[in-house]
C-alpha cells in the first residue's frame, strides 16, 4: 500500500529586508492556509447553428494570484514587528513539515514569496485565550521548493 506523504504543520517567516535576508518566525501560528488561484473572466456563447440551445459558459484566465492566512495564538513579543509589517510589502517564507518524532519536524518544502500584510486580526478574550490571524496577499510568484 503506498500513502501519501502530508504536511502535518506549517511556520509563517517575515523577512527583515536585510542583505542577506534573515526570516523569524512568526510565533504560535497553528493553522496556516496556502491559497492559489486564478483570476478569469466569464461569458456564455451561443452555437450559432443551434442558437435555440443554452448558451455554454467559457472562461478566460485574466491572471493568477496566491494568498496566505495564519491563525493561532498572538504572542505580544512581536507586537511591534507585526504592526509595522500591515501594509508593507515583505519577503515570507512557509516551511511545510512532517511530523517525525524530533522537535522540528522533518521539512517537506518551502513557498517563499513576496506579499503585503493586508491583515492582523487580534481577538482578546478576557475568559480564554488571545488569538490571532494574519492575512498575507501574494505579490507576482509563488515559489516552492521541495526538501
Not at 39 to 52: I, K, L, V
Not at 77 to 93: E, I, M
Request: aromatic share 6%; charged share 20%.
Amino acid at each position: 500500500m503506498s500513502l501519501p506523504v502530508e504536511f502535518d504543520f506549517a511556520q509563517v517567516k517575515i523577512g527583515d529586508g536585510a542583505d542577506p535576508e534573515a526570516f523569524t518566525v512568526i510565533c504560535d501560528l497553528t493553522g496556516v492556509n496556502v491559497n492559489e488561484g486564478a483570476e478569469t473572466s466569464t461569458r456564455y456563447r451561443r452555437d450559432c447553428t443551434a442558437p435555440g440551445t443554452p448558451a455554454k459558459r467559457r472562461s478566460r484566465v485574466m491572471g493568477t494570484f496566491w494568498d496566505i492566512t495564519g491563525s493561532g495564538l498572538a504572542d505580544a513579543g512581536q507586537t511591534a514587528t507585526l504592526r509595522a509589517a500591515v501594509g508593507v510589502r515583505k519577503n515570507y517564507q512557509i516551511p511545510v513539515y512532517r511530523d517525525d518524532g524530533t522537535a522540528g519536524g522533518a521539512l517537506l518544502g518551502t513557498y517563499s514569496g513576496e506579499a503585503i500584510m493586508t491583515a492582523r486580526n487580534i481577538a482578546i478574550d478576557r475568559n480564554g485565550e488571545t488569538s490571532m490571524e494574519v492575512t498575507l496577499e501574494g505579490q507576482d510568484t509563488l515559489t516552492y521548493n521541495a526538501a
